[in-house]
Each structure stands twice: as C-alpha cells, then as structure tokens.
C-alpha cells in the first residue's frame, strides 16, 4: 500500500505547479499593460493674430479750410476814403510825431491824390500861443513836414504837395486854456486846384 501512495502525491504536487505556472500572467504582458501610451490629443489651431493696419488719416475736407476774402482786403471805395480823409491833424505839446489816430486820415488823402494825377495838396503847419514867433515857426514847418513825409512813404510825390507854415499867427481857436491850445497844435490838409497852384508859383 506505501508504495501505491507516493507517486501518487507527486503527481498531486505537479499538478498543482502547473496551474500556478498557468495562473502567472507572464511579465511582458504586465509590463506592456501598464506602459501603454496615453491617446494622443491633438493641439487645437491657434488663430494667426491679426496685423493692425495703420490708420489712413481722414481728408481734410475743402469746407474745414478758412478762406481769404480778396474783396474786403481791396481798396475802400472812393466815398469811404473821402469820409476818412480829414481837414487836420493834430499834435501832442511842443511835438510834430503824428499820432495814431491820424494815420488812416493821412492814407486816405493819399488814396485821393493818386486817383486824381492833377490834384495838389497845400499842408499848413500850425502852433498854440505859448513861445517866441521863431520857435512857433519852425515847429509849425516840422508838422507840415512830418505830415508831407507820411504822404511820400505812401506814394505821393513831392512835386504834389506844397508845406508852409503859421506857427501861431492863425489860430482855429480863442483862448488861453488847454482846450483852445490843443485845437491850435495842428495841422490843417486843404486840396488845391491846378490852375489855382499854376498861378500861385509856390513851389514845394
């Protein structure tokens, strides 16, 4: 009976190592399981950044440009210059400088005397009371002087004009105040006719 028994038992035991062998999952099989590649995702495309374009400077419209009116920088019409041009000038105390206010007067007689070729013009330099005879005099030829110059600077000839002066010996006002005496430190614009000028023979 003992000897029916042991090979018995042996054929147990290897039975039972051939189905553990069989039970063993094989290495590589394990080791290609576990090391299996994540599935790949595919990167979204990225949109191209669009290029700024410079901005195209708007038109400058004909509308926004500020126009020159030729017509109001031309010449006054005659009767405007006329109402301009007045008979006196005058000045400060013991001066022949004219004064600000005067000079649109002083250019409209000159506007008159080049529209009109044959037309002279007699300044008259005059003076207050206060000073000797002499003085008076010389100060009343520099304002007639100083008004003659302004008219050449604006084109008028000497030969058109004829300067003389009063000093005090004419006065357009009574009186020994400072009203009478500023309306006495002038001097006075008259036009002269040419056949009235050719009989005369006064020269410049």
């Known amino acids: 009976m003992t000897l029916f028994r042991t090979p018995l038992v042996l054929g147990a035991a290897g039975a039972a190592l051939l189905l553990g062998a069989c039970a063993t999952p094989s290495p590589e099989k394990t080791g290609a399981a576990n090391t299996l590649a994540a599935p ?29 009116d030729l017509a109001s920088s031309r010449s006054a019409p005659a009767a405007d210059t006329a109402s301009k041009a007045q008979p006196y000038v005058y000045f400060d105390f013991d001066s022949a400088v004219i004064r600000s206010e005067f000079t649109a007067s002083i250019d409209a007689h000159a506007r008159q005397l080049l529209a009109a070729p044959t037309k002279r013009l007699r300044i008259e330099g005059h003076t207050d009371e206060r000073g000797s005879r002499e003085y008076n005099l010389a100060l009343g030829q520099r304002r007639a002087e100083s008004v003659a110059q302004s008219l050449n600077l604006l084109g008028v000839p000497d030969a058109r004009l004829e300067v003389v002066s009063y000093g005090a010996e004419r006065p357009k006002a009574d009186g020994s105040d400072e009203d009478a005496w500023a309306k006495n430190r002038r001097a006075a614009l008259r036009s002269e006719r040419p056949d009235r000028v050719a009989q005369a023979g006064v020269p410049r």
């Open 40 to 68: 790949t995702v595919a990167a979204a495309p990225v949109a191209p950044t669009p290029t700024a374009t410079p901005a195209t400077p708007a038109a400058t419209s004909e509308s926004a440009v500020a126009s020159v």
